[in-house]
């Protein structure tokens, strides 16, 4: 009887950590997704090197449940995804935004140097 006991503690402990992790995972995408909300107008370039790892990181919790979600947790979890690759791929556009601006100052320098108004 104890052992039975014991195996059954077993499992269940087993049930509530994976069932703790699956919801893990979604908790941490729902808090990312909302700090970039809040804060991502803030950012610097390192702010935005950890959040693509972190981004990452929580897409691999997520992917070893993904046969554990249910369609509605499915649903939700995409349109989180998608908020924040839309916040993610905002500041590569900005960051590529700057460089353009960066090569055309370069290029009216160049300009100025050999007496090239623009």
């Given at each position: 009887m104890k052992k039975l006991f014991s195996l059954l503690l077993v499992v269940v402990a087993c049930t509530l950590t994976?069932?703790?992790?699956?919801?893990?995972?979604?908790?941490h995408l729902r808090s990312f997704t909302n700090e970039l909300e809040m804060n991502s107008k803030y950012y610097e370039l390192q702010d935005w090197q950890r959040a693509k790892v972190k981004y990452e990181?929580?897409?691999?919790?997520?992917?070893?449940?993904?046969?554990d979600y249910t369609s509605e947790e499915k649903s939700e979890i995409g349109e989180l995804q998608g908020r924040c690759a839309g916040y993610l791929a905002k500041s590569a556009?900005?960051?590529?935004?700057?460089?353009?601006?960066?090569?055309?100052?370069?290029?009216?320098?160049?300009?100025?140097?050999?007496?090239?108004p623009e």
């Open positions: 994976s069932c703790n992790t699956k919801y893990t995972a979604v908790n990181r929580i897409n691999d919790q997520l992917n070893k449940h993904q046969f556009v900005d960051k590529a935004k700057g460089f353009v601006n960066q090569v055309k100052g370069i290029v009216n320098g160049v300009k100025e140097v050999f007496g090239q």
